[in-house]
């Protein structure tokens, strides 16, 4: 059972500005940095943002990520067909003095 | 680039022990002073964190599998290992050896193991 809670699912058409969106808890995102990962089908999961909305290297700027109080979110503008994969938002939890995640969200482009 | 990779049992019985082997490539496991971690997911759900081996031996467990699991470190192998006894239906899931903790990169790409008799 995951810690953060993310929308199972999101969708959006080429070129479109897609928004993911990821809720915690004052333990967790309202005290602690939010990190994003991306897994491809068939594929380890990719480190995308770190630090709330730091890129490594390698990453492309159309990805974004913010937070603000207890909620994070990550937007991909500029959609394209390849970025179709599963996204999931992680932050440490300082009850549990370790790192949680969220369930995840399975991005369609249509 | 450091690259891991999961060796394992696949299927496992019921009551039995997981071991899991994460092999460490392209780096030595002792340089950068990282944690090295374990997750999983059950499929249909989210990731969970199992724990963290330091590169000195010290671990800490997630507090819902620390009764469970052992996670150590083999310096001169560039690996470190998973050990999760007193399986049932509820451990099967994917599980992923990764650098760090909280960011984790580079994971590996998974072992799936089935816990059925």
């Known amino acids: 059972q995951s810690g953060l809670t993310q929308p199972p699912s999101a969708s959006g058409t080429p070129g479109q500005t897609v928004t993911i969106s990821c809720s915690g808890s004052?333990?967790?995102?309202?005290?602690?940095?939010v990190n994003w990962y991306q897994r491809l089908p068939g594929t380890a999961p990719k480190f995308l943002i770190y630090?709330?909305?730091q890129r490594p290297s390698g990453v492309p700027d159309r990805f974004s990520g913010s937070r603000s109080g207890t909620s994070a979110s990550l937007a991909i503008s500029g959609l394209q067909s390849e970025d179709e994969a599963d996204y999931y938002c992680?932050?440490?939890?300082?009850?549990?003095?370790?790192?949680?995640f969220g369930g995840g969200t399975k991005l369609t482009v249509l | 680039q450091v690259q891991l990779r999961e060796s394992g049992p696949g299927l496992v019985k019921p009551s039995q022990t997981l071991s899991l082997t994460c092999t460490v490539s392209?780096?030595?496991?002792?340089?950068?002073?990282?944690?090295w971690s374990w997750i999983r997911q059950p499929a249909g759900k989210g990731l969970e964190w199992i724990g963290r081996v330091y590169t000195d031996g010290s671990t800490y467990y997630s507090p819902s599998l620390k009764s469970r699991v052992t996670i150590s470190i083999d310096t001169s192998n560039n690996q470190f290992s998973l050990r999760l006894n007193s399986l049932s239906a509820a451990d099967t899931a994917v599980y992923y050896c990764a650098r760090g903790l909280s960011p984790f990169d580079p994971w590996g790409q998974g072992s799936l193991v089935t816990v059925s008799s």
């Open positions: 004052s333990s967790n995102i309202g005290s602690n940095a």
């Open positions: 992680e932050a440490w939890d300082d009850s549990l003095r370790g790192p949680v």
């Open positions: 630090r709330n909305n």
């Open positions: 392209g780096a030595s496991i002792t340089s950068g002073n990282y944690y």
